[in-house]
């Protein structure tokens, strides 16, 4: 699909990208934070996967569309949608910069998988991919549900932020137990966080996991869990969080159903962190847009969910937790006194999903079509660390930035103004409908402040950083 010549173009990229990555595994001694309790919650990465294609090259978009009735989408292809090569072209890649991934397990196979599908789509190796486990050592066992569902997602956040910054460095920070059990997993998470924030070990942090608010015990269980965020933000690290991946409502404790009303999840809800909602794309062949980015929303898409209505859409709404963020007070006739999710959102759609090539299951290695705001959020990671580049340091919490930029309205923020995020499902015989926010002019709770042309957005977030902690829009909350 893509040749190497492609990369020749970049020149100030260097020559470190074209040498083998150097692998490091790390393992520190498990902290006592994880053991503390945090409810009796539900914690699930924000990733669908779609179909499998056993093939030794991936397929092509036609392929795909005779295949699953959706066309699938290429790095290459992402990467022109988001207007990332001319920044390339410049030398612009992430090179310096290091991002990190954060999921439970991670994948055993990451690295051969990252180089088969770097070589496939004709990008360069990264610098470096260094596997952390500050919690204890991971063992991983491919005969679980979880822990491959797991690893299809530590593949598509290592993949997809490498194709947005191609030079940065990347971190897979794993964890040794299940995110889906709140009592161990947020806080040992949230200690693994801590650990790569207070020995300055990356830039940006991408997560791509949540869990309902409602499924905590109390806002106070929240509060109390939130320290890896408070000190990113004095230390000037951007994270970032997917929004999720069942429009307006999201799953109850027990992941067997979904909520009847209107609810988020935390940590994207948390003031602190980025929010990625989720984009449909429209590309031909080449990457260009034959329509306009609409709100992700595949729930009555027979094709992605099956023949009844089932949540697949981006997710979006207020939080019962967080008030209204100084920076968000600009937009209070849509969020009222609570904090609005998402802040920005990218690629996500099912009906445009995106390519990963992985071999985790010890079987036949496969490329997997998937999609979610698990894809969006390692996009826009990539994009950050572009922007770290140029900057020449951290951004840190991009927010207050992002929504000075909409009211200044920004060539590089490209406004979404189509589609919603309202979702329905079928309980006990019965469909139920969640009404969701519709997308329009400026920001609203479907796709945020909308989606990013990253040659010029790149820039305009790095001088919107250096304005903003100063301005209207500068962050004024606490970090306790």
């Known amino acids: 699909m893509t040749s190497n010549k492609r990369w020749a173009l970049a020149g100030a990229m260097g020559v470190a990208m074209l040498a083998s990555a150097v692998v490091v595994h790390t393992s520190t001694a498990a902290q006592s934070a994880g053991s503390t309790a945090s409810g009796g919650l539900r914690f699930r990465p924000m990733v669908v996967t779609v179909g499998k294609v056993h093939s030794p090259t991936p397929p092509t978009e036609q392929q795909c569309l005779a295949r699953f009735h959706f066309p699938c989408y290429s790095p290459d292809q992402i990467e022109t949608a988001y207007n990332v090569q001319p920044l390339f072209r410049q030398g612009v890649n992430g090179s310096g910069e290091t991002i990190v991934i954060v999921d439970s397990f991670g994948s055993p196979t990451i690295v051969p998988d990252l180089a088969y599908f770097d070589r496939s789509f004709g990008l360069p190796t990264p610098p470096s991919l260094r596997i952390l486990t500050p919690e204890g050592a991971v063992h991983f066992n491919p005969a679980t549900t979880t822990e491959l569902g797991w690893a299809g997602e530590t593949t598509l956040d290592v993949e997809y932020s490498h194709a947005m910054a191609p030079g940065a460095n990347i971190l897979l920070v794993e964890t040794p137990t299940a995110e889906t059990e709140g009592v161990t997993g947020f806080p040992t998470i949230m200690a693994a966080e801590s650990y790569v924030i207070d020995h300055h070990l990356g830039d940006v942090i991408s997560q791509s996991f949540g869990a309902t608010e409602e499924t905590f015990t109390s806002p106070q269980t929240i509060l109390k869990l939130r320290s890896a965020y408070e000190s990113a933000y004095t230390q000037g690290v951007t994270v970032l969080a997917a929004a999720g991946d069942t429009g307006a409502t999201t799953f109850t404790v027990t992941e067997q159903h979904h909520y009847p009303y209107r609810v988020v999840s935390w940590p994207p809800s948390d003031p602190l962190v980025t929010a990625v909602g989720g984009t449909k794309l429209t590309l031909d062949t080449s990457g260009q847009r034959l329509v306009p980015d609409v709100v992700w929303n595949d729930t009555y898409n027979h094709y992605v969910v099956g023949t009844t209505p089932s949540p697949s859409a981006g997710g979006g709404g207020l939080s019962s937790v967080f008030s209204r963020p100084s920076y968000q007070n600009g937009v209070a006739d849509v969020v009222g006194n609570r904090r609005g999710i998402p802040d920005i959102s990218m690629s996500a ?76 499902f079928t309980t006990a015989g019965h469909i139920v409908t969640v009404p969701g926010y519709s997308a329009g002019p400026g920001y609203d709770l479907a796709s945020g402040v909308g989606t990013v042309n990253a040659a010029l957005f790149v820039p305009e977030l790095v001088q919107a950083v250096a304005t903003a902690s100063t301005g209207p829009f500068a962050y004024r909350g606490t970090a306790p």
């Open 349 to 424: 759609a099912c009906s445009g999903a995106v390519l990963i090539y992985q071999s985790v299951d010890g079987k036949t290695a496969a490329w997997t079509v998937t999609c979610g705001t698990s894809e969006a959020t390692p996009l826009f990671a990539g994009i950050v660390a572009l922007s770290d580049q140029v900057a020449h340091h951290s951004l840190g919490l991009i927010n207050p930035a992002l929504y000075a930029m909409s009211a200044e309205h920004a060539q590089g923020l490209v406004d979404v103004t189509q589609g919603d995020n309202t979702v329905s």
